[in-house]
């Protein structure tokens, strides 16, 4: 059965820095592209990043120069390293393979609030 936790959201102040992690179970990571989503309140959940087997990742123009996605692949874990943070990225954040449409049950989420 497939399980995906993730943890480490927070309040932060603006241009403050926060890490995610997601550990998955039930399959292992190393197989298969991972991706971060978020979802802000009153709003659509949104792809944020993804992580490909080999560990190139692309990123949402939104985030990329700021947010750095991670794997490790004996933990069957991903991270979101999140800098320069912005009250827009205000949001529940949320890891899954790709696509969001995909059988995998989404997690619980962690929130990332972003205020001064």
């Known amino acids: 059965q497939v399980q995906l936790v993730e943890s480490g959201g927070g309040l932060v102040q603006p241009g403050g820095s926060l890490r995610l992690s997601c550990v998955a179970s039930?399959?292992?990571?190393?197989?298969?592209?991972m991706g971060w989503y978020r979802q802000a309140s009153g709003h659509e959940r949104e792809w944020v990043d993804q992580?490909?087997?080999?560990?190139?990742?692309i990123y949402a123009d939104s985030v990329r120069d700021r947010f750095t996605i991670s794997r490790d692949n004996d933990k069957n874990t991903i991270y979101l390293q999140m800098d320069s943070l912005k009250p827009e990225d205000t949001a529940v954040y949320y890891c899954?393979?790709?696509?969001?449409?995909?059988?995998?049950?989404w997690g619980q989420g962690t929130q990332v609030t972003v205020s001064s």
């Open positions: 899954k393979r790709p696509p969001a449409s995909g059988s995998d049950s």
């Open positions: 039930g399959f292992a990571i190393r197989n298969y592209v």
């Open positions: 992580i490909f087997p080999t560990g190139s990742a």
